[in-house]
T-cell receptor, first 115, second 112 residues
Framework: EAGVTQFPSHSVIEKGQTVTLRCDPI?????LYWYRRVMGKEIKFLLH????????ESGMPNNRFLAERTGGTYSTLKVQPAELEDSGVYFC?????????????FGNGTRLTVT | SQQGEEDPQALSIQEGENATMNCSYK?????LQWYRQNSGRGLVHLILIRSNEREKHSGRLRVTLDTSKKSSSLLITASRAADTASYFC????????????FGKGTKLSVIP
C-alpha cells in the first residue's frame, strides 16, 4: 500500500506570506493527525481529524493555522501569515482506527523555513 | 520538564553491540510507543507496549515498561549500521484524546 505522502517536501517563504501544506493519508485511514517539530524541540501534536471532522485541535498554536480535510480524504494545513517561529518540520500521520493502541503511519514531513 | 524524555541524547556503538535507550515520563499512560526516524524521513512505528504489559519483543527489539518508575527502555540487540537513526518514545495518555506526547529522541550511530 502507498504510505502517507506530504507535499511539498521543502518550502521556504518570507515572513507574512502564506503557505499551504498537503497530506494524503493511507487509503482507508479515517484518522489523520498533524504534528510539528520546531528546531531543538519535541515533536508536538497539532490536531486530529476523524474523516472530515476535527476531533481534537488543542495543539494548534494560534488562529494563523487552519487545517481542513474536505471529503475526509487529503488534508491541508495553511499558515497565514507565516511568522519566523513557524519554521520547523510538519508531519502528517494516519491510522486506521482512532484508538490509543493504533500505531501511527507518518509521512516524510514538510520542512518549512520562514525567513 | 517534558513527558517522554529519552536518555541518552546521543549514543555511538560498534556494529554487533547492543544499544539501550531509556525513556521517562511523568503522567499516567495508556501505552508507550517507540518510533524510529532515519535522517530526512518520517517516523516509523517500532513497537507499542500497553500500560498493563511489562515487556515486549519484536525481532531484535526488546521494550520494557515500568509504570511504577514511569520509565521504559528500548534494547536493540546485535546492532547493524542500518539501525543508525533517531529513536523516539511517545506516550498516549488518553483522557479523551488520541494525541501522542513525544520526547526529544536519542540519536543512535552504529559504526560498521
Amino acid at each position: 500500500e502507498a504510505g502517507v505522502t506530504q507535499f511539498p517536501s521543502h518550502s521556504v517563504i518570507e515572513k507574512g506570506q502564506t503557505v499551504t501544506l498537503r497530506c494524503d493519508p493511507i487509503s482507508g485511514h479515517d484518522n489523520l493527525y498533524w504534528y510539528r517539530r520546531v528546531m531543538g524541540k519535541e515533536i508536538k501534536f497539532l490536531l486530529h481529524f476523524v474523516k472530515e471532522s476535527k476531533q481534537d485541535e488543542s495543539g494548534m498554536p494560534n488562529n494563523r493555522f487552519l487545517a481542513e480535510r474536505t471529503g475526509g480524504t487529503y488534508s491541508t494545513l495553511k499558515v497565514q501569515p507565516a511568522e519566523l517561529e513557524d519554521s520547523g518540520v510538519y508531519f502528517c500521520a494516519s491510522s486506521q482506527r482512532g484508538s490509543y493502541n493504533s500505531p501511527l503511519h507518518f509521512g516524510n514531513g514538510t520542512r518549512l523555513t520562514v525567513t | 520538564s517534558q513527558q517522554g524524555e529519552e536518555d541518552p541524547q546521543a549514543l555511538s556503538i560498534q556494529e554487533g553491540e547492543n544499544a539501550t535507550m531509556n525513556c521517562s515520563y511523568k503522567t499516567s499512560i495508556n501505552n508507550l510507543q517507540w518510533y524510529r526516524q532515519n535522517s530526512g524521513r518520517g517516523l516509523v512505528h517500532l513497537i507499542l507496549i500497553r500500560s498493563n504489559e511489562r515487556e515486549k519483543h519484536s525481532g531484535r527489539l526488546r521494550v520494557t515498561l515500568d509504570t511504577s518508575k514511569k520509565s521504559s527502555s528500548l534494547l536493540i540487540t546485535a546492532s547493524r549500521a542500518a539501525d543508525t537513526a533517531s529513536y523516539f518514545c511517545a506516550t498516549a495518555s488518553g483522557a479523551g484524546s488520541y494525541q501522542l506526547t513525544f520526547g526529544k529522541g536519542t540519536k543512535l550511530s552504529v559504526i560498521p
